[in-house]
């Protein structure tokens, strides 16, 4: 199997929140929610690089089309990674997410293997590292 992986996609409790918050405050582009024609369908979906959408949906939508219970969501199940070019960069996006109305859990801080990082947590949890590495090439 060629591993591929094309949507992202993330449990929210109030779909229009974190729109607001990708959108209006990270700047994610995006054609807003989509599919509220349908009583499980409302999702909101961005392009991030080209071959990978992020998609933000209803927890209990996720619930409804997985047959899963909607548990307790915990923010230390996984981080989303957001690689960038500098030490500026890292700064300026943890700016950027702080005055959008995320919670700093990590300030930017140069780390023990060489790089700089931070972490942030979305309206919903979701946990984010802002990282610069220097042994990686360019992010385009």
Known sequence: MKPRVSVITIGVDNLEKSLHFYRDGLGFPTDGIVGEEFEYGAVAFFDLQPGLKFALWNRRS???????????????????????????????????????????????????????????????????????????????
Do not use: C
């Not at 030490?87 to 700016?95: G, I, L, R, S, T």
């Open 62 to 140: 996720i619930g409804h089309e997985t047959k899963v219970q909607v548990g307790n969501p915990s923010p230390t199940e996984f981080t989303l990674g957001h690689n960038v070019n500098s030490k500026a960069e890292v700064d300026e996006v943890m700016a950027r997410a702080k005055n959008a109305g995320a919670y700093i859990t990590d300030p930017a801080h140069d780390t023990f293997w060489g790089g700089y990082s931070g972490h942030f947590q979305d309206p919903d949890g979701h946990l984010w590292e802002v990282v610069w590495n220097p042994e990686w090439e360019e992010v385009k």
